[in-house]
């Protein structure tokens, strides 16, 4: 079960996939835009997605992009998990709205 749904707020059916448009920013089906920040905590890899609008501007293509932990692309799979462009599993720690803001966590699955 996703946590943390009744302390924020529910958040609606999160994003079906998220591609990168530029460092930290990504867009959804739907065009909205999100914000990502890492975070490593005791060697787990953690992404904070925040819904946020800013314009989407020109999307730069992979092969434009630094090195990231991140990947290009999140797709939503099976349960409440998330499968990125480099195959990894994303397991959703929560999905919420947080002062307005609509928020994902996302850890990045041991061994994957």
């Not at 999307?59 to 480099?86: F, I, K, T, V």
């Amino acid at each position: 079960m996703v946590e943390g749904m009744a302390e924020g707020g529910d958040a609606g059916a999160p994003p079906i996939h998220l591609w990168v448009r530029r460092v930290g920013v990504y867009c959804d089906e739907r065009r909205k835009t999100w914000l990502v920040a890492v975070e490593e905590e005791a060697g787990t890899l953690r992404a904070r997605i925040q819904r946020v609008r800013v314009p989407l501007g020109e999307a730069l293509r992979p092969s434009q992009l630094p090195p990231s932990q991140l990947p290009h692309m999140w797709q939503l799979s099976e349960g409440e998990r998330y499968r990125d462009s480099n195959s990894r599993v994303w397991q959703i720690q929560h999905h919420l709205m947080i002062g307005g803001v609509e928020e994902l966590l996302l850890r990045l699955m041991p061994g994957d």
